[in-house]
T-cell receptor, first 113, second 113 residues
Framework: DQQVKQNSPSLSVQEGRISILNCDYT??????FLWYKKYPAEGPTFLIS?????DKNEDGRFTVFLNKSAKHLSLHIVPSQPGDSAVYFC????????????FGKGTKLTVNP | EAGVAQSPRYKIIEKRQSVAFWCNPI?????LYWYQQILGQGPKLLIQ????????DSQLPKDRFSAERLKGVDSTLKIQPAKLEDSAVYLC???????????FGSGTRLTVV
């Protein structure tokens, strides 16, 4: 039972355009969501997060939107740069104090020059 | 600050052999996690330590996997005996108390043949 779903295995965009990565979840207890970026042969690195009490969080070129009623979140990257090419994982956590993260399968983003 | 150190980077073993992985978290980080990432999947939590106590090991296959974190610092994860389906990247992560923004190590890629 996959609680965090990233239905697009890959996404290709042109440099300078917007990249939109999507994530859906099924567990209504999730209250904290994160995006991680992963380059080959490296561990995932934290990118941006959002609490369920918000619907938007912005950090430079990266914005995460949360739609709780639809159990959907998205990561927007504007403008996209070739260095953004990586696998992006959506992750979620439920309250309980353990900070355990449930990850999606990831979306491979390719930004073409 | 120094990152999360893991060794070895790569390991190839035959099925039914045993293997051990080592992780040294960021200094002062109380919480340590071991995740398993199978190719094409997102990371899955195997075990979480708070200092040297286990917080969550519900997804650890305890008939073959074991982990310890002596003295609340570095940790080892062992598989004995290994199966073909254990082929994966094993990621260690650490975080300060109550902080979702973990720092991951580069991982150990295990191939079981």
């Amino acid at each position: 039972d996959q609680q965090v779903k990233q239905n697009s295995p890959s996404l290709s965009v042109q440099e300078g355009r917007i990249s939109i990565l999507n994530c859906d979840y099924t567990n209504s207890m999730f209250d904290y969501f994160l995006w991680y970026k992963k380059y080959p042969a490296e561990g995932p690195t934290f990118l941006i997060s959002i609490s369920s009490i918000k619907d938007k969080n912005e950090d430079g070129r990266f914005t995460v939107f949360l739609n709780k009623s639809a159990k959907h979140l998205s990561l927007h990257i504007v403008p996209s740069q070739p260095g953004d090419s990586a696998v992006y994982f959506c992750a979620a956590s439920a309250p309980g104090g353990s900070e355990k993260l449930v990850f999606g399968k990831g979306t491979k983003l390719t930004v073409n020059p | 600050e120094a990152g999360v150190a893991q060794s070895p980077r790569y390991k190839i073993i035959e099925k039914r052999q045993s293997v051990a992985f080592w992780c040294n978290p960021i200094s002062g980080h109380a919480t340590l996690y071991w995740y398993q990432q199978i190719l094409g999947q997102g990371p899955k939590l195997l075990i979480q330590f708070q200092n040297n106590g286990v917080v969550d090991d519900s997804q650890l296959p305890k008939d073959r996997f074991s982990a310890e974190r002596l003295k609340g610092v570095d940790s080892t994860l062992k598989i004995q005996p290994a199966k073909l389906e254990d082929s994966a990247v094993y990621l260690c992560a650490s975080s300060p108390d109550s902080n979702y923004g973990y720092t991951f190590g580069s991982g150990t890629r295990l191939t079981v043949v």
